[in-house]
């Protein structure tokens, strides 16, 4: 037997031809190359470059079930690269499963965060998962313009600028800069919990520096039902530590995840006993806009509950684009 056919031969007993590696090779090489590193055959002519599958943060960032619909349905169907083709007709599910496992697992490095894990944004509970985005969010008069950046497998830096339009002469509020860490997360478990800092200077109507560690968490007990929560303490300089803040927010998808109702609660406790308790409710609607989901947004309302007078309601809301997944015009 000449040394081809015995290459041959040993290669289809161990990779079968259902196996995600012989589906990629025979589905995606085209495009992606055998390596999956983006770099399309010479004959393949593309309108858009196509993904680097050894790119961890791209391959980790979104759960497999959105990979699966992708596949499945071509990139058409998410505004993505028409380029991409549609194997549901073609392929049946467990194939299809098959060749996104491999796909995903072309990233080779360990300790990134599962896409899985990546909740939607509540409005007062600080997300545990890294993000790249762009945010307006807005309760009452007040906006917060905020960028968030990822670096490597599981920090992030924050940037805030506030601004308040309202009866004074200052419009600026102030601005907020932050860390946050990954400390854990499990996949089986379906949880993560994150560590972070963020220092607020005297800038605009912040008259004295601020810091606020935080402790975040989220989890997913159950399909499609989803919790976040959040400890953090208030460092105010000349008086230490004044405040510790408990927050909790509970949700549920609907609509294949088009659609998340979600109802915070926020408790502050002052630390020296002079200030006065305070507790708010925010019930919200999370609404994905875009097909790809890389733009969502949030509409409710604040309801103060507990603490100093007069307690007027707010609306809440956000916008926000995921830039780490598409541009912004993409995806539609």
């Known amino acids: 037997m000449s040394l081809f056919p015995a290459v041959a031969l040993v290669l289809g007993i161990h990779t079968p031809p259902d196996s995600g590696a012989a589906l990629f090779q025979e589905w995606c090489k085209s495009c992606h ?10 004959s393949t002519r593309l309108e858009v470059p196509p993904a ?19 596949v499945s349905q071509g990139g058409a ?17 467990s194939q299809i499963r098959a060749v996104v496992r491999y796909a995903r697992s072309l990233c080779g490095e360990l300790g990134w965060p599962p896409g899985e894990l990546n909740f939607p944004r509540a409005f007062l509970v600080e997300k545990a998962y890294p993000e790249d985005e762009w945010v307006l969010s ?9 960028y968030e950046r990822r670096v490597g497998k599981r920090l992030q830096l924050e940037g805030v600028a506030r601004t308040v339009f309202d009866s004074a002469d200052r419009p600026f509020g102030g601005v907020t800069l932050a860390a946050k860490y990954n400390l854990w997360h499990s996949l089986p478990r379906r949880a993560l919990a994150s560590f972070g ?20 968490f989220g989890a997913s007990p159950a399909a499609g039902f989803i919790v976040q929560g959040e400890i953090t303490s208030t460092w105010e300089e000349t008086q230490g530590i004044s405040a510790f803040s408990y927050r909790l927010g509970v949700g549920r998808e609907m609509g294949r ?23 708010s409710l925010y019930p919200q609607v999370w609404v994905r806009l875009s097909r790809l989901g890389h733009v969502a947004a949030s509409l409710g309302a604040e309801l103060p509950a507990v603490g100093p ?3 007027h309601p707010r609306l809440i809301a956000f916008v926000l684009w995921d830039f780490g997944d598409a541009p912004l015009l993409r995806g539609w």
């Open 52 to 70: 680097d599958l050894q790119d961890c943060k791209g391959s980790t960032a979104e759960p497999e079930e959105r990979w699966v619909e992708i």
């Open 33 to 42: 190359g055998a390596d999956g590193r983006g770099t399309p055959a010479a």
């Open 77 to 93: 169907a998410f505004g993505l690269s028409l380029d991409m083709p549609a194997f549901g007709e073609a392929a049946t599910p």
């Open 309 to 311: 007078e007069p307690r």
């Open 138 to 146: 807005a309760a009452g008069r007040e906006q917060d313009l905020i």
């Open 257 to 279: 995840s088009r659609l998340v109702p979600m109802v915070e609660a926020g408790w502050t406790v002052p630390v020296d006993g002079g200030g006065q308790r305070a507790l």
């Open 197 to 216: 800092l963020e220092a607020t200077p005297p800038l605009g109507r912040q008259d004295r520096w601020e810091v606020e560690p935080f402790v975040a």
